[in-house]
């Protein structure tokens, strides 16, 4: 079921696969302005502060999903993993182009996190909203393959 409900999600805001091409411009400063909206929304994550991370989403998500369904995917999600224990960085990108994604400033920001119940790769899609500011337009969370 939960599986379900984060499928449902990733299709709904049209992001299907996370190869991503880099794109041109400065990625540099993107990509660690990115990151750190990331890192800062994961805080309400962590914390349970479930709205306080869905008034923090880019807009173009909170039109997807509404407030009470977030809370009570997030509240699943948790209720299944557990907290987390550790997060380690694998990886950040800036894009201008996701699959089925409308064109903006993205950056697919991506860690190996470990929970009560086992190690999980989370992925936090940060995006550049029309006043600059980063917010998160997507949060995925699947098996690590890596995991025992």
């Not at 991503?20 to 890192?39: H, Q, R």
Request: overall charge neutral.
């Amino acid at each position: 079921m939960l599986c379900r409900t984060f499928r449902t999600l990733y299709r709904s805001i049209g992001i299907c696969c996370l190869t991503i091409p880099l794109a041109w411009g400065n990625p540099d400063t993107a990509t660690e302005e990115g990151t750190k909206a990331a890192v800062s929304w994961l805080e309400f994550v962590d914390e349970g502060a479930f709205e306080k991370s869905w008034q923090h989403l880019h807009p173009a998500l909170k039109s997807e999903v509404g407030e009470i369904a977030w809370k009570e995917m997030l509240t699943q999600m948790h209720d299944a993993m557990g907290q987390s224990t550790s997060r380690t960085l694998v990886g950040a990108k800036y894009t201008q182009q996701l699959p089925e994604a409308p064109p903006g400033e993205y950056v697919v920001v991506q860690y190996e996190t470990r929970f009560k119940m086992g190690t999980m790769i989370e992925t936090v899609v940060p995006r550049k909203g029309s006043d600059g500011r980063w917010r998160v337009s997507g949060y995925f969370v699947r098996q690590d393959p890596q995991a025992k």
